[in-house]
T-cell receptor, first 115, second 111 residues
Framework: GAVVSQHPSRVICKSGTSVKIECRSLDFQATTMFWYRQFPKQSLMLMATSNEGSKATYEQGVEKDKFLINHASLTLSTLTVTSAHPEDSSFYIC???????????FGDGTRLSIL | RKEVEQDPGPFNVPEGATVAFNCTYSNSASQSFFWYRQDCRKEPKLLMSVYSSGNEDGRFTAQLNRASQYISLLIRDSKLSDSATYLCVVTFDTGFQKLVFGTGTRLLVSP
């Protein structure tokens, strides 16, 4: 149980393209979803927290207009990297949680490469 | 200073060895502590929570020292499949809300 699916797993695209990443909880309802980013040899860093039906809360230094998050249902959250540039190339991972005291279950990540 | 610090390694050990990893955290208000495992280019997976009294799960033992703000993970009888990066994770609340990850310690177990 507690499976989180993330799609796509790999994206390579040109600079200036917008990229959408989907995060789905397959067998549970996720009241909260989280988006993380991991650069090579660095730790996972929380980008934003989203609750179904409300605006996402972004961490300091993360541009909300560049990283658009939509959490329209209890099983789906999307992250759109708008006008992506090479410095946005990273490993993006989502996680989902059923409630505040429950573990976060991670998706298998999306490796984004901007040329 | 990083919020969660770990020795990046790698730790190279033979099968059957016992290996220990340490982690320090800077925020004394930290509430919950975990060890995650991350395989190369994969998502992190929860290995175990860490409690003040210390806890054990099979070959894995975790310890927490709040006074020193120090967490440890001991792996006994290492297996080849234990090769991975071990992430020390801290939260500032009593649940699993905002996870703060260390950069991880890489373990390589050889035959």
């Amino acid at each position: 149980g507690a499976v989180v699916s993330q799609h796509p797993s790999r994206v390579i695209c040109k600079s200036g393209t917008s990229v959408k990443i989907e995060c789905r909880s397959l067998d549970f309802q996720a009241t909260t979803m989280f988006w993380y980013r991991q650069f090579p040899k660095q730790s996972l860093m929380l980008m934003a927290t989203s609750n179904e039906g409300s605006k996402a809360t972004y961490e300091q230094g993360v541009e909300k207009d560049k990283f658009l998050i939509n959490h329209a249902s209890l099983t789906l959250s999307t992250l759109t990297v708008t006008s992506a540039h090479p410095e946005d190339s990273s490993f993006y991972i989502c996680s989902a949680q059923t409630g505040g005291r429950q573990p976060q279950h991670f998706g298998d990540g999306t490796r984004l490469s901007i040329l | 200073r990083k919020e969660v610090e770990q020795d990046p390694g790698p730790f190279n050990v033979p099968e059957g060895a016992t290996v220990a990893f340490n982690c320090t955290y800077s925020n004394s208000a930290s509430q919950s502590f975990f060890w995650y495992r991350q395989d190369c280019r994969k998502e992190p997976k929860l290995l175990m929570s860490v409690y003040s009294s210390g806890n054990e799960d099979g070959r894995f033992t975790a310890q927490l020292n709040r006074a020193s703000q120090y967490i440890s993970l001991l792996i006994r009888d290492s297996k080849l499949s234990d090769s991975a990066t071990y992430l020390c994770v801290v939260t500032f609340d009593t649940g699993f809300q905002k996870l703060v990850f260390g950069t991880g310690t890489r373990l390589l177990v050889s035959p």
